[in-house]
């Protein structure tokens, strides 16, 4: 079996869940770890110590390890706003890249990686970004028959994101709760995987209306609170509401819902599946839930998940990215792809900002670059923005 070197850099919580998956696929050696802060390094090589790992190199830089490693795979752990830069950098040392959600705090630097990981896609490069719920049976499932036209006409869905992070979550690290690094707060950090799935099951967006608020926490720039309306380009609608307020959280919960069929995703497992068999939906009003058929039984909704569900839920994604490398295919969730969940998010903070409806081709083209560089600076208010006549 051919087996890929791989270097994380950032080595901070979520690096982690990272190496966790990739001690455990057996196509993985995790040989190297770069971080500025030599202390996280040596916390995350302690702990990987514990779990039989053999002792990852550790650099200060990632530039660092790719003159020092014989590096296949980099993962892009890093804070938000430094993802499109470490990207290209290992992109252009001709070496795969696997980054984290989302594909950068900034739409223009989202923008660019997107169109480098393009270019290298061509080259034999995979640029995979980190969307782990997609892989996830229950959305599989869905997925598969939205796909099969098993739902009918999609028309309306409604996606909740109602956590809870403490005060001491924000202040736990300068970056978070930062336009710069963290590119926005409940929508971008927590939301943005549940923007993914609707996006994958419904399409490409048109418009979007939102409001949101600061509500329950201190010394953070973003939000912790955002709603809104998601219009797509066949017609169908969604809400969406994302949140770091909603004590003591909640699970994620996404409703589909179609002319001959819907189906709701409950914290990752699938809670409901029913369509309708016959030409006629009302001879199937009263039907039963066909979810049990869908999913295995530790796939439904209620049933105990595992201690180590989030680090298998990101190995289901290491086993595609590692499949596309050795493949010479595209990732199961390319940056052009992520991008969009990107272009979805700003466009909530816009819409929000602006007080109007945006159109989500407008802002991925960047014709809301400007009004977003001033929204998402220190000194930015609604009335400023507009009375710039920068608006579009």
Same mark, same amino acid.
């Given at each position: 079996?051919?087996v890929?070197n791989?270097?994380i850099?950032?080595?901070g919580?979520?690096a982690?869940t990272?190496?966790g998956?990739?001690?455990r696929?057996?196509g993985l050696?995790?040989?190297?770890?770069?971080d500025?802060?030599?202390q996280?390094?040596d916390?995350?090589a302690g702990?990987?110590?514990?779990?039989?790992?053999?002792?990852?190199a550790?650099?200060? @830089?990632l530039g660092?390890?790719?003159?020092?490693?014989?590096a296949?795979l980099?993962?892009?752990?890093?804070?938000s706003?430094?993802?499109?830069d470490?990207a290209?950098?290992?992109?252009a040392?001709?070496?795969?890249v696997l980054?984290e959600k989302?594909?950068d705090?900034s739409l223009?630097?989202?923008r660019r990686?997107?169109?480098?990981?393009?270019?290298?896609?061509a080259a034999g +490069?995979?640029?995979?970004?980190?969307c +782990?719920?997609?892989?996830?049976?229950a @959305?599989i499932?869905v997925?598969?028959?939205?796909?099969?036209?098993?739902l009918g006409?999609?028309?309306?869905a409604?996606?909740s994101v109602?956590?809870w992070r403490?005060?001491?979550?924000?202040?736990?690290?300068g970056?978070?709760?930062?336009?710069? +690094?963290?590119?926005g707060?409940?929508t971008m950090n927590q939301?943005?995987h549940?923007?993914d799935?609707?996006l994958?099951?419904?399409?490409?967006?048109?418009?979007?209306?939102?409001y949101?608020?600061?509500?329950?926490?201190?010394?953070?720039e973003?939000?912790?609170v955002a709603?809104?309306?998601i219009?797509f380009?066949?017609?169908?609608?969604a809400?969406?509401?994302?949140?770091t307020?909603?004590y003591?959280?909640?699970?994620?919960?996404l409703?589909?819902h179609?002319?001959?069929?819907?189906?709701v995703?409950?914290?990752?497992q699938l809670?409901?599946?029913?369509t309708?068999d016959g030409?006629?939906?009302?001879a199937?009003a009263?039907?039963?839930d066909?979810?049990?058929?869908?999913?295995?039984?530790? +796939?439904?909704?209620g049933?105990?998940?595992?201690?180590?569900?989030f680090?298998t839920g990101?190995?289901r994604q290491?086993?595609?990215t590692?499949?596309?490398?050795?493949?010479?295919?595209?990732?199961?969730v390319?940056?052009?792809?992520?991008?969009l969940d990107?272009?979805?998010v700003?466009a909530?903070y816009l @819409?929000?900002?602006l007080?109007?409806?945006?159109?989500?081709p407008a802002v991925l083209a960047?014709?809301?670059d400007?009004v977003?560089?001033?929204v998402?600076?220190?000194?930015a208010t609604?009335?400023s923005?507009?009375?710039?006549g920068?608006?579009?």
């Open positions: 079996m051919t890929l791989v270097v850099t950032g080595s919580v979520i982690r990272h190496a998956a990739i001690l696929h057996p050696r995790l040989t190297a770890l770069a500025p802060d030599p996280a390094n916390r995350l702990w990987i110590g514990e779990q039989g790992g053999p002792p990852p550790r650099y200060a @830089s660092e390890a790719l003159a020092a490693e014989a296949d980099v993962v892009v752990c890093t804070p706003g430094t993802h499109a470490l290209e950098e290992a992109l040392a001709g070496v795969h980054v989302p594909l705090a223009p630097a989202a990686i997107a169109r480098v990981a393009t270019d290298a896609e +490069q995979v640029c995979a970004v980190v +782990q719920h997609r892989f996830d049976p @959305s499932a997925a598969a028959r939205v796909r099969a036209g098993d006409r999609l028309t309306s409604v996606a109602p956590w403490g005060q001491r979550y924000y202040d736990s690290a970056w978070r709760g930062t336009w710069e +690094q963290d590119g707060g409940a939301g943005v549940t923007v799935l609707l994958w099951m419904f399409g490409r967006p048109e418009e979007v209306f939102a949101t608020g600061v509500l329950a926490h201190e010394r953070v973003v939000e912790d709603v809104a309306a219009r380009a066949d017609g169908a609608l809400v969406l509401h994302a949140t307020a909603a003591p959280g909640l699970g994620v919960r409703q589909v179609g002319s001959q069929g819907s189906a995703i409950h914290d990752d809670e409901y599946l029913h309708a030409p006629d939906p009302s199937y009263d039907g039963p066909r979810s049990g058929d869908a999913v295995p039984p530790s +796939q439904l909704r049933a105990t998940k595992p201690d180590d569900a680090v990101h190995l290491y086993h595609d590692v499949e596309a490398i050795l493949g010479g295919r595209r990732p199961g390319t940056a052009v792809e992520a991008l990107v272009a979805v700003k909530v @819409s929000a900002h007080r109007r409806p945006v159109s989500v960047g014709d809301f400007d977003l560089a001033a998402e600076g220190s000194a609604v009335s923005v507009l009375g710039a920068v608006a579009r």
